[in-house]
Structure formats: structure tokens, C-alpha cells
Nanobody, 118 residues
Framework: QVQLVESGGGLVQAGGSLRLSCAAS????????MGWYRQAPGKQREVVAN???????NYADSVRDRFTISRDNAKNTVYLQMNRLKPEDTAVYYC????????????WGQGTQVTVSS
């Protein structure tokens, strides 16, 4: 099993920055790609960014050029650097990890709140 624990959320003014961290523990050799999702009140959960085990990244159009995802495989940790935050970035941010080997499975963290005030 894999456990994911997020940290780094909080309240920030528009234009500010936050850095989220997600530490994985347990059977971490099972982890392949990792990513961040978010869910705002009344909306569906959406992908923010993901990163492969080798470091290839993908971003949602809404955050590209403002957010940067990175990972440290030695520490089993993925990060999300969020710059130039906007009120519409307000959401609960969830860490996600995909299992490398069959059967396919996704692990989720408990979520961390990010609130951007205008």
C-alpha cells in the first residue's frame, strides 16, 4: 500500500505564491506517475499537473506558465510550486499517484486547502 500526505496549503493574496508538497510512504516502488488535482466548491475534480517517474510533465491550460510540478524520487515526494495565484485557483488540492504495475490503481492524498483572496 501507498500513503500520500499533502502539506503547504493555506491562505494567500492574489498574485502570491504557495508550494505544495506530497510525501509518499509505504510500498513506494509501486509508484509511477504522480500529479496534482483540485476541486473547487460545486465543481468536479480536475487535473492540475502531472509528472512521470522520468520527469516528463503536463499542465492544465489554466495553470501553465504559473505552476511548476517537480518530484524527488529519492524522497518519494512531489511538489507543486504555484506562482501568480488567482482567486479562481481556490480549491482543495489532492495529490495523486499511479501504480506502476498491473493491476492499475490510483492512490490519493487527503487534500489540502488553498484559498486565494482577491
Amino acid at each position: 500500500q501507498v500513503q500520500l500526505v499533502e502539506s503547504g496549503g493555506g491562505l494567500v493574496q492574489a498574485g502570491g505564491s504557495l508550494r505544495l508538497s506530497c510525501a509518499a510512504s509505504g510500498t513506494t516502488f509501486l509508484i509511477g506517475a504522480m500529479g496534482w488535482y483540485r476541486q473547487a466548491p460545486g465543481k468536479q475534480r480536475e487535473v492540475v499537473a502531472n509528472i512521470s517517474r522520468g520527469g516528463s510533465t503536463n499542465y492544465a491550460d489554466s495553470v501553465r506558465d504559473r505552476f511548476t510540478i517537480s518530484r524527488d524520487n529519492a524522497k518519494n515526494t512531489v511538489y507543486l510550486q504555484m506562482n501568480r495565484l488567482k482567486p479562481e485557483d481556490t480549491a482543495v488540492y489532492y495529490c495523486n499517484a499511479e501504480r506502476r504495475f498491473p493491476p492499475s490503481y490510483e492512490y490519493w492524498g487527503q487534500g489540502t486547502q488553498v484559498t486565494v483572496s482577491s
